[in-house]
């Protein structure tokens, strides 16, 4: 009976670890789909970040128009003679429309409804992303409809309070009365307060943590980490590398170069980086607002910002 007995023993301890081996079996396949289900959704946030990260253009184009039209509207407020009429209606209408950028989330919400199963190596990625989904996008948001309301009461009071409002061409004089007046001055700044030191910067601040999310994500998927949503391509680099000497202050220079197929410059010594962001192909926006813009000719090449120019000889 002894024997026996030892013999169902053993057959017993070969059915458990059957049922543990395939337990074990079970689960790693169930990990393994989940893995594999959380790669695609990860590809697919990476689609978006690019498609978001394109779409902030849109806005840095927009501002660059209107920083340009309010810069001219400040430099030329005691000069306006100087202006042409289609300038004067440009300063007119400067707070009277907008520009809103579409940033999904489709595949971040995707993602964040499969938490349980995100392996540990996406772990940092989900947190950035987050931060940057319910922080930075909010704030890009929260702006597009802060400007949307703002150019409404723009509207309203014009309605209200110009009489020229319905007009479809008005008299230069009169043109020059309205845009010289203090409540039109102080719509012009506040419109400009609002778009380039909120809306503009907030875009700034998702679109360089938007790259460094895309980035982390590509690493762990063993992609591209350089995707041509914010690569720099040779013939613009091209353009826009070098060193320039200021006109202003000779012993000034500015200094343009790439790194990992994305433009930056220095100053003189500084050695503080800042990225350019080419938009077109003669306009740039730095990492801190600022604008930039680029004209060559046969002789050398000129970047151009608010308080400098800045000129390399071109070699033939």
Not at 116 to 126: G, N, Q, R, T, W
Request: hydrophobic share 35%; with cysteine.
């Amino acid at each position: 009976m002894g024997k026996y007995f030892y013999y169902a023993i053993g057959e017993v301890i070969l059915i458990v670890l059957g049922i543990l081996i395939a337990v074990e079996v079970n689960n790693n396949n169930e990990n393994n789909k989940s893995n594999q289900k959380i790669d695609l959704i990860m590809q697919d946030v990476l689609i978006e970040l690019s498609r978001n990260i394109g779409n902030t253009h849109s806005l840095f184009r927009f501002y660059n128009q209107k920083d340009s039209i309010y810069k001219k509207y400040v430099n030329y407020e005691f000069s306006f003679d100087e202006l042409t009429n289609e300038e004067l209606y440009e300063i007119y209408n400067l707070t009277q429309d907008i520009t809103e950028i579409e940033l999904g989330q489709f595949a971040y919400e995707h993602l964040t409804n499969n938490l349980d199963v995100i392996p540990s190596k996406y772990k940092e990625a989900v947190e950035d992303l987050t931060k940057l989904n319910l922080s930075d996008k909010k704030g890009v948001e929260l702006y597009n409809i802060k400007m949307d309301e703002l150019v409404n009461d723009n509207t309203t009071y014009r309605v209200q309070n110009n009489p020229f409002y319905s007009s479809t061409k008005m008299l230069r004089d009169d043109l020059i009365k309205i845009i010289l007046d203090w409540r039109f001055k102080n719509e012009a700044k506040h419109y400009w307060d609002t778009g380039i030191n909120g809306h503009l910067n907030y875009a700034l601040t998702y679109r360089d943590k938007a790259i460094k999310c895309y980035q982390k994500i590509a690493k762990s998927l063993d992609r591209p980490i350089i995707d041509q949503s914010f690569m720099v391509d040779e013939k613009t680099f091209e353009l826009w590398e070098g060193v320039y000497y200021s006109r202003i202050f000779p012993e000034r220079t500015l200094e343009v170069f790439e790194v990992e197929e994305r433009l930056y410059y220095v100053f003189g010594n500084d050695n503080v980086e800042s990225e350019i962001i080419p938009f077109s192909v003669s306009n740039g926006l730095d990492s801190h607002g600022n604008y930039f813009s680029i004209k060559v000719t046969a002789r050398d090449t000129t970047i151009i910002n608010e308080y400098d120019l800045y000129s390399k000889v071109n070699n033939h």
